[in-house]
């Protein structure tokens, strides 16, 4: 039976845990419990009883630089200009909304009203090829969000327009459909309509945007091999 101290062992057996908890989900640092030592670093703080004085900082072989980023959330694709007529099943309106700079989305939510049926949210970029990002069909009962992986997340570059494409079905079929024999148009009320998705992103400078691009190509390479 080994002679060393009950707490370096104590000290060694955590620092393996630590470090086996990390590496297979993100290569990083955890510093503990002075971590404001690499506070540019992904960091795992804990708390430690206070006979382990000696345990400072567990260290795993790479690192991943944290940058704080600021998330948007902002309605894109508004479309004001609503006609819907009475009794009609699938009536369809687009909107569209132009990134300033390169994006990373990390999630989208279409927003209708009673009479929404169907929303698809999609990317023409600068060099005018087009992309359908996302489709979801509607539910006035549902409201949900739909939060991407970040390893099929869109990235898209400065400059690409977002293109919101909305259906309205104002026919008997539609179960929220107060009366069908009216007409609809936009407004604030539930029996008004809106058409617009809400979208989520973080900027990223051309430096950063190249690098994630070719790590999502280098996991596609990966996947296909």
Not at 45 to 64: D, H, N, Q
Not at 83 to 105: C, Q, T
Request: proline share 6%.
């Amino acid at each position: 039976m080994s002679s060393a101290p009950l707490k370096d062992l104590w000290a060694s057996w955590i620092s393996r845990s630590i470090i086996e908890l990390i590496l297979p989900l993100r290569p990083a640092v955890a510093c503990a419990p002075e971590w404001a030592r690499c506070p540019d670093l992904l960091t795992l703080a804990f708390l430690l009883p206070p006979f382990l004085p000696e345990i400072r900082l567990f260290t795993a072989p790479t690192y991943v630089p944290w940058k704080e980023r600021r998330l948007i959330s902002a309605h894109v694709g508004d479309d004001e200009d609503l006609d819907i007529p009475a009794g009609e099943s699938n009536v369809r309106h687009d909107g569209f909304y132009r990134l300033k700079e390169n994006a990373h989305i990390t999630a989208f939510q279409a927003h209708l009203h009673n009479l929404g049926k169907r929303q698809c949210l999609g990317a023409i970029f600068p060099d005018n090829s087009k992309e359908i990002l996302s489709c979801a069909d509607w539910d006035f009962g549902w409201h949900i969000v739909y939060n991407y992986e970040d390893t099929v997340a869109p990235l898209l570059p400065k400059g690409t327009l977002l293109h919101v494409t909305s259906w309205h079905d104002n026919s008997d079929a539609n179960r929220w459909n107060d009366d069908s024999t009216n007409w609809a148009g936009f407004g604030q009320r539930s029996s008004d309509e809106m058409s617009f998705s809400w979208v989520s992103w973080y900027e990223l400078n051309d430096e950063e945007f190249e690098a994630e691009v070719d790590e999502r190509q280098a996991l596609a390479d990966n996947n296909n091999n």
